[in-house]
């Protein structure tokens, strides 16, 4: 098996390389929320920025039986944390209202008074972008610009191949039949290493899907509805890295090709969500880079480039 360090690589080519254009990207996202902020009025999110749901009162319970080298840091088997759950619209431009989008999952882990440990996820496997350079050329492309519009200034970044590419995939993933937030698989898209291993998360959910999915419109009422009668569990699943083949650490639109193990579960137990619960949820400001301790550590150029992101975007709402 290949040692995932070594296939650890930077945009243009070093650390420093990668810095420079992170600090470009970052001027990038304040004029797509600067714009997004006068069309709106209000402040406003550089991603997910449209709220389904706020669940305030879950809860995380690792596994009893967990791998040697899985044990780290708040993974203890068998211990059990407090959580909060976020569900969103990521709100692109390539959508035509509420049915076609991508949607959003984020999870804070309550580790102690002063300790969290965030996990954000979508609802499509592969990311459309394939480094930070793409993702964040995407986002300035597309805010506040029509389909067209935003597909040209994308080629004038990335070029014509690429941005045709990612558009097709935008498309395709927004296209994709939420029948209920509840049934949905929520994945990282981007690496992570827990300990000395490098890995993928998801979570599946134990809701099963519709045989015959239809896209809904009432995402968040029809969640509401369903969290008021019963509890949403979801699996915490991983996939570790195997080969740059199989398990791309530099590649993020590329699936991977892994086993899945199962490290927790995730629980929402049956209740009304209120709307003092969802303000307070609304006001987290979640990042890949809020972790528990220093065993954690988001990966690849997509995570290093939103430590400075979020920051930017979280620092404008405020």
């Not at 440990?117 to 597309?142: C, G, I, K, V, Y």
Request: hydrophobic share 40%; with cysteine.
């Amino acid at each position: 098996m290949t040692d995932w360090r070594d296939e650890i690589s930077y945009l243009g080519g070093s650390l420093k390389a990668e810095q420079a254009l992170i600090a470009r990207m970052e001027q990038d996202v304040r004029s797509v929320v600067r714009a997004a902020e006068r069309s709106n009025g209000k402040p406003m999110r550089a991603e997910h920025a449209a709220p389904l749901a706020g669940v305030r009162r879950a809860y995380i319970r690792v596994a009893s039986r967990l791998p040697p080298d899985l044990q780290v840091g708040f993974l203890r088997p068998g211990a059990e944390y407090a959580a909060h759950v976020r569900y969103s619209n990521a709100a692109s431009t390539l959508g035509h209202g509420p049915r076609l989008d991508l949607r959003g999952c984020a999870v804070r882990i309550v580790i102690g008074p002063n300790t969290v440990h965030d996990l954000l996820m979508a609802n499509a496997e592969r990311h459309h972008a394939r480094d930070a350079w793409e993702s964040a050329a995407t986002m300035w492309a597309f805010g506040g610009h029509a389909n067209l519009v935003g597909l040209l200034r994308l080629a004038t970044r990335i070029g014509p191949a690429r941005a045709l590419a990612i558009a097709g995939v935008l498309r395709e993933q927004m296209a994709i039949p939420v029948d209920s937030l509840a049934s949905e698989t929520w994945w990282s898209r981007a690496p992570y290493a827990f300990g000395k291993v490098a890995l993928r998360f998801h979570l599946a959910p134990l809701a099963p899907k519709p045989r015959r999915l239809s896209a809904r419109g009432d995402l968040g009422p029809e969640f509401k509805a369903r969290l008021k009668r019963e509890d949403v569990r979801y699996d915490l699943r991983i996939q570790r890295y195997l080969n740059p083949g199989r398990t791309s650490l530099n590649d993020a639109s590329q699936a991977w090709l892994a086993p899945h193990e199962t490290l927790a579960e995730l629980v929402l137990p049956s209740q009304e969500i209120r709307a003092e619960d969802e303000a307070f949820v609304d006001g987290l400001s979640f990042s890949p880079f809020n972790v528990a301790s220093s065993e954690f550590e988001p990966l690849g150029s997509i995570n290093r480039a939103r430590s400075r992101l979020y920051v930017a975007s979280q620092s404008m709402r405020r």
